[in-house]
């Protein structure tokens, strides 16, 4: 954990001194509440889980502390705002720690958790409560105060998902059904949970929201291959990923107008809405191989450059090698996530561990590869780093949901021990 906060405070001065030549005016007000916010989570981890995994949280605190500096950089009263949603995610983390005493009792709210998601979900459209930004109906307003409710709803259908498969395991991995000459699964054993995915992808596209339906789409078809084995639903997921994509870009426009963004960036149509992207490319090829330094980038002529454009203005000040490193956090994050599922003692825990992970995993992928056009551009947030405040708490349940679980696969690694010794 200090490695993280030596990191962060000297990307922070060093951002300084590129883009000013002096110090930063409150650097010991920043390295007190770097210091001290993370230290909290770490006492709470010591106290709640002090047997989980030593690697998760270390992680995501020097993710989110480069992430800061580089909001910092380029919008300081984001910064501000950023400064305080990380608060409340710490709060979030300890708060999910002392309460979650065990994540398989969460098996028992399966539909709890999906009409909650559903609802949450569903926010976005109702009439004086939902904001429309730049053609996405995903904000929820009351107030002064504003949220994205798919970051909590993604949690909940993660759990749903996790528990629907664990239980129904067997049925869904046995063909016992035969049609056109072949064995299938029964239809009944998949119709509730395909009914339930296809109605919030409904509602995902109603609000034109792709980058968490192309999340949820990934996440459903990787649960239900881990949790069955049958590479039949690999075919199938494809499949309908190929019908979808080319039914949403005849009849959802700002499907269409990502797609072609992404196919023909420069055309005199399209350029208009994909110069951000444009300019992000620029950034990255003026960072090379090692950056141009921090502090010392030019990126502040992209649009949304704090959220959803932010790996180009690291790709930028850090280069290739930076990029390079962030992407090994992330998949050291994952790796971690998926060694944690592998330890669980119970099918709902396990797949629990696989879903939340995935999410993560998934999220920072589609971001990425939207950014480098891999893939379409889709606008979410690039976990930890760029600016968000329900992005932020969201995924820093996450980190505590993995630990928790991570204490409990300790807790019955040693009770096993102490049973195998009374038993001998």
């Known amino acids: 954990m200090s490695l993280a906060w030596i990191i962060t405070v000297s990307f922070y001065v060093l951002a300084s001194l ?17 210091v001290a916010i993370s230290l909290g989570m770490h006492l709470a981890l010591n106290k709640f889980a002090p ?31 950023q400064s305080v949603w990380y608060l409340l995610s710490a709060t979030a983390f300890i708060l999910t720690l002392k309460f979650v005493k065990s994540v398989r009792d969460l098996d028992r709210y399966r539909y709890l958790t999906l009409s909650s998601a559903i609802i949450l979900l569903l926010l976005p459209l109702l009439p004086g409560l939902g904001v429309n930004v730049n053609g996405a109906r995903l904000w929820v307003r009351a107030g002064p105060l504003s949220f994205q409710p798919v970051e909590i709803a993604k949690l909940l259908l993660a759990f749903f998902f996790a528990s629907y498969f664990a239980s129904n395991r067997e049925l869904l991995s046995t063909p016992t059904q035969r049609f056109l000459g072949r064995l299938i699964v029964p239809p009944k054993a998949l119709f509730p949970i395909i009914a339930a995915w296809g109605f919030a992808l409904a509602i995902l596209g109603g609000e034109n929201d792709i980058g968490f339906a ?19 639903y690999i075919g199938l997921g494809i499949g309908l990923f190929a019908v979808g994509s080319y039914t949403a870009n005849l009849f959802f426009i700002q499907v269409h107008y990502r797609i072609s963004q992404w196919l023909d960036p420069w055309s005199a149509v399209n350029f208009k809405f994909s110069h951000q992207l444009a300019y992000g490319w620029f950034s990255l090829a003026a960072g090379g191989m090692t950056g141009t330094g921090l502090g010392l980038g030019q990126s502040g002529n992209i649009p949304e450059v704090s959220s959803d454009m932010i790996l ?6 850090l280069g290739f090698i930076g990029i390079v490193l962030i992407l090994c956090l992330f998949t050291l994050f994952v790796g971690e996530g998926f060694r944690i599922a592998q330890k669980a003692h119970s099918d709902f825990v396990r797949l629990v561990a696989v879903a939340l992970t995935a999410t993560m995993g998934f999220q920072a992928f589609f971001i990425m590869a939207g950014v480098l056009r891999i893939l379409p551009f889709t606008g979410i947030t690039l976990p930890f780093m760029a600016y968000g405040g329900s992005s932020l708490i969201s995924n820093y349940v996450i980190v505590a949901l993995l630990l928790r679980i991570s204490q409990e696969n300790s807790n019955e690694l040693r009770g096993g021990e102490v049973r195998a010794v009374k038993f001998n």
């Open 214 to 232: 192309m999340i949820l789409f990934a996440l459903f078809f990787s649960l239900l291959w881990i949790t069955t084995g049958l590479k039949t």
């Open 51 to 81: 047997n989980s995994s030593q690697i998760l949280l270390p992680i995501a605190t020097l993710l989110n502390g480069i992430g800061y500096v580089e909001i910092a950089r380029w919008n300081t009263s984001r910064a501000a705002y």
């Open 18 to 34: 590129g883009a000013h030549g002096t110090m930063p005016p409150k650097i010991w007000i920043f390295l007190f509440g770097i």
């Open 312 to 317: 180009a203005a690291l790709g930028e000040e």
